[in-house]
């Protein structure tokens, strides 16, 4: 099973949306999918229309003593192929547990590693602050996804990511590819195109030379957990680029980037 963490230190920058979509188009490639909501704000699970109260089981339940299984908390989706392990507002108490509970820096690991013959692939939507949920989705991810707002404050939150990242891949003595996703891109204003020449200027082979677009169909949570994903013809939006991201995030070993056609 493949671990993916899609991170990054500043919110409103299009995680939870990025983690939807990606591993909805996983599955429509036959993958087995994991969503996992790291998040206790719960966007991802409010997404799929889990409510909560009450508290369903889920990501929190792996930190307990004994942890269940994620085998037994996460749920069937509308999506074919892709399963959900919730997030509980209790999640919010774990770093006050942490002090006094050694090991849940490894929790969510262990639980992952347990359910890998379940799954090709888990995707953890992290909260957008440096805590024990972070740091338990960097240990043990295979590969790091930064959703980059481009504007200047969504590079500054992708560089504190970067740099955590480091800290991370030292500490657990095993590579921690990391790759920057643009996301919400307007090319009519200066300080995107800006942005986005900025990144691949300063990480030419961790960015993706294109970017998603700001696209208001992607914020329709009923339309992106449906079933199916409406089509409605139109070539250049956002599921459109999430398409062409896919690919370039599925790349092995990580390459650097050839120039493409922006999406219009």
Wanted: net charge neutral; aromatic share 4%.
């Amino acid at each position: 099973m493949q671990v993916w963490a899609i991170a990054n230190q500043k919110g409103g920058v299009g995680k939870t949306t990025t983690t939807l979509m990606l591993g909805r188009l996983l599955a429509a490639r036959g993958q087995r999918v994991l969503l996992a909501d790291l998040d206790p704000h719960a966007s991802l699970t409010r997404a799929f229309g889990v409510p909560a109260e009450p508290a369903p089981p889920g990501t929190l339940d792996l930190f307990e003593t004994p942890p269940r299984r994620i085998a037994d908390v996460a749920r069937d989706t509308p999506i074919r192929g892709v399963r959900l392990l919730p997030a509980q507002s209790g999640m919010a108490t774990l770093e006050r547990r942490s002090a006094t509970a050694p090991g849940l820096g490894l929790a969510l690991g262990q639980g992952l590693a347990a359910a890998a013959p379940d799954y090709d692939y888990a995707l953890l939507d992290c909260p957008p602050t440096l805590g024990l949920l972070m740091v338990n989705a960097l240990a043990a991810a295979d590969q790091l996804v930064i959703p980059t707002q481009t504007e200047p404050l969504g590079v500054h939150g992708m560089e504190g990511m970067l740099k955590t990242a480091t800290m991370i891949e030292r500490s657990r003595k095993r590579a921690l590819p990391a790759r920057i996703l643009p996301t919400l891109f307007d090319r009519r204003t200066r300080a995107c195109t800006e942005t986005l020449d900025h990144l691949r200027e300063q990480h030419p082979d961790r960015t993706w030379v294109q970017a998603v677009p700001l696209d208001t169909r992607l914020r329709d949570a009923a339309e992106l957990t449906a079933a199916e994903l409406p089509h409605d013809g139109q070539q250049g939006g956002g599921a459109d680029a999430y398409q062409r991201a896919l690919a370039w995030l599925l790349r092995e070993p990580p390459q650097p980037n050839a120039p493409m056609e922006m999406p219009g």
